[in-house]
């Protein structure tokens, strides 16, 4: 996937697929690794504070620690 390509997933998942990702995505994945890194972790941010509390609590549980 390019940059482009990962930026626009990013820019198109809901705030539960980015926290989902977050948790269980492998280490070293590129889309945390550098400048993508910080757009992704500036994007699950923006996106919390925009579902709220709640809804972002919701969705922590829904997903769970355990694949």
Do not use: C, H
Not at 29 to 56: C, H, T, W
């Amino acid at each position: 996937m390019t940059s482009e390509e990962m930026k626009n997933w990013i820019d198109n998942a809901s705030y539960k697929e980015l926290l989902y990702m977050w948790r269980f995505e492998p280490v070293g994945s590129p889309f945390f690794i550098g400048e993508m890194g910080d757009y992704y972790a500036r994007k699950l941010n923006q996106k919390r504070e925009e579902v709220g509390a709640e809804e972002a609590v919701k969705a922590s549980k829904s997903i769970g620690w355990q694949k």
